[in-house]
């Protein structure tokens, strides 16, 4: 069972930038297709973005395209999400996920405990 920490919430005004981390203490990241998924209160969870294993495809949904980016680092065991000019409809708590049958193919195995992100002045 893989084991993955996220870390890098925090509070940010809008227009900010955070870098979201997600690390896998148990286990080889690049195995794996991993997902960032968020969830606001009140709200279902989304699917944000995605890196696939092997090519590093990445998968973004519509409302972060150009605005935010998901990368690896394999030396560091790591998949990063990279946030820039943040919203305030941004705000939620943010997972890190492995996607079992590829990106958003529906079936995933791990979660990270999440990590908050609130975009506020």
């Known amino acids: 069972q893989v084991q993955l920490v996220e870390s890098g919430g925090g509070l940010v005004q809008p227009g900010g930038s955070l870098r979201l981390s997600c690390t896998a203490s148990?286990?080889?990241?690049?195995?794996?297709?991993i997902g960032w998924f968020r969830q606001a209160p009140g709200k279902e969870r989304e699917d944000v973005a995605c890196?696939?294993?092997?090519?590093?495809?990445?998968y973004y949904t519509d409302s972060v395209k150009g605005r935010f980016t998901i990368s690896r680092d394999n030396a560091e065991n790591s998949v990063y999400l990279h946030m820039n000019s943040l919203k305030p409809e941004d705000t939620a708590v943010y997972y890190c996920?492995?996607?079992?049958?590829?990106?958003?193919?529906?079936?995933?195995?791990?979660w990270g405990q999440g990590t908050q992100v609130t975009v506020s002045s």
């Open positions: 890196i696939s294993s092997g090519d590093g495809e990445t």
């Open positions: 148990s286990a080889t990241l690049d195995y794996y297709a």
């Open positions: 996920a492995t996607d079992l049958l590829g990106c958003w193919g529906g079936a995933t195995g791990s």
